[in-house]
């Protein structure tokens, strides 16, 4: 393809909002992460009583770190499509809201089931 002046025309600039608005998704998802698991180890820490017809502390567990991992799976992939979307200087703040809402998701269905399989 010829081009006038004989080389390709600059790419527009990245937004500036787009570029604040991923980057605040993507600690606060990192951050959530966190929290969440401080509050999924201070739960399991305290389950004192787990009587067995009531409570499955190993389905609790699992419950619990299958959630987590979900999650951080999906943090690596939101964030791996925000910088592509960076680089490319497309919309990359759906990547990251999204990014950030399913890891949340999965941080609360996993501490949600650790509590059900313990009796709550």
Avoid: N, Q
Wanted: some cysteine; glycine content about 12%; hydrophobic content about 55%.
């Amino acid at each position: 393809m010829t081009y006038p002046y004989g080389y390709p025309p600059p790419k527009p600039r990245a937004s500036g909002i787009d570029i604040a608005v991923s980057i605040t998704a993507l600690v606060l998802t990192v951050a959530g992460g966190g929290v969440a698991a401080f509050f999924g180890i201070f739960f399991m820490a305290f389950t004192d009583h787990c009587p067995p017809e009531t409570c499955d502390i190993d389905a609790g567990v699992t419950a619990m770190f299958t959630g987590f991992t979900v999650a951080a799976v999906m943090w690596l992939v939101g964030t791996t499509l925000t910088i592509v979307a960076m680089v490319r200087r497309a919309a990359a703040w759906p990547f990251a809201i999204g990014t950030l809402a399913l890891c949340a998701l999965a941080c609360v269905a996993g501490i949600g089931g650790y509590l059900v399989a313990v009796g709550g």
